[in-house]
């Protein structure tokens, strides 16, 4: 149980946790993240592909060595960048955010240990980096229209939006829950917490449960 307490990222009353989710918890996990990055590359590769056809000067696809090179290396940039936003949305909520690489997982993070977010902001925080950098990836084609590099900044949205996988299946969990929850980040994945004695989400707490083990 949380307390009330005046500390930045604690509840500010009596809370109870009522779910620890772990990304690594089952390896199951990890494969289901890494196959949703698929079709969400397969979606927005359509998008970003129609996007530069009708506003990126359309110009004929097509890479040069020294422009693939630039493209490999992005995709760490990318992955690194995509965290980095992660952070400073942390940040701003008044967390310290810690970065690293989860060697299981194979991938980047940033994360803020112990700190509980409303909902709703922790929404924005695990949302943010899609957003941002798709709609600075829209703006760069657009202002870049007609040369090669709009294809560069389409294909570095498409690793940045299939990077978010893990973050939409985190962001499906937690609307589960109502504004008034908040959301302790950890290491490992996330606790959520709701006001001790909500009975709605006590009733719906072993559903969720079954749903986000699988």
Same mark, same amino acid.
């Given at each position: ?76 940039i990318v992955l690194a ?55 600075? +990836? ?15 900044? +389409? ?8 990077? +978010? ?6 962001? +499906? ?14 290491? @490992? ?8 004695? @909500? ?16």
């Open positions: 149980m949380f307390t009330s307490n005046s500390l930045a990222g604690q509840p500010p009353s009596p809370y109870q946790q009522v779910l620890y989710w772990k990304i690594g918890e089952k390896s199951s996990r990890l494969v289901v993240v890494n196959l949703l990055s698929i079709p969400v590359a397969v979606v927005f590769g359509i998008g970003f592909f129609i996007f530069v056809r009708t506003l990126g000067g359309a110009p004929k696809f097509g890479l040069s060595n020294t422009e693939i090179l630039i493209f490999l290396i992005g995709i760490i960048l995509h965290e980095f936003v992660h952070g400073v949305l942390m940040q701003s909520f008044g967390a310290k955010p810690r970065y690293g690489f989860f060697v299981k997982g194979l991938m980047f993070y940033a994360k803020a240990p112990g700190y509980a977010f409303k909902r709703n902001r922790y929404i924005i925080i695990v949302l943010g980096p899609l957003v941002s950098l798709s709609i600075l +990836a829209c703006l760069g084609i657009v202002l870049l229209s007609g040369t090669p590099l709009v294809w560069l900044l +389409a294909l570095g949205a498409i690793v940045n939006a299939s990077a +978010a996988s893990a973050d939409l299946w985190i962001t +499906a969990i937690v609307l589960r829950y109502p504004a008034s929850a908040y959301v302790v980040d950890e290491r @490992d994945g996330m606790r959520i917490l709701v006001p001790q004695g @909500d009975t709605k989400v006590a009733e719906k707490k072993t559903e969720t449960d079954t749903a986000c083990k699988d």
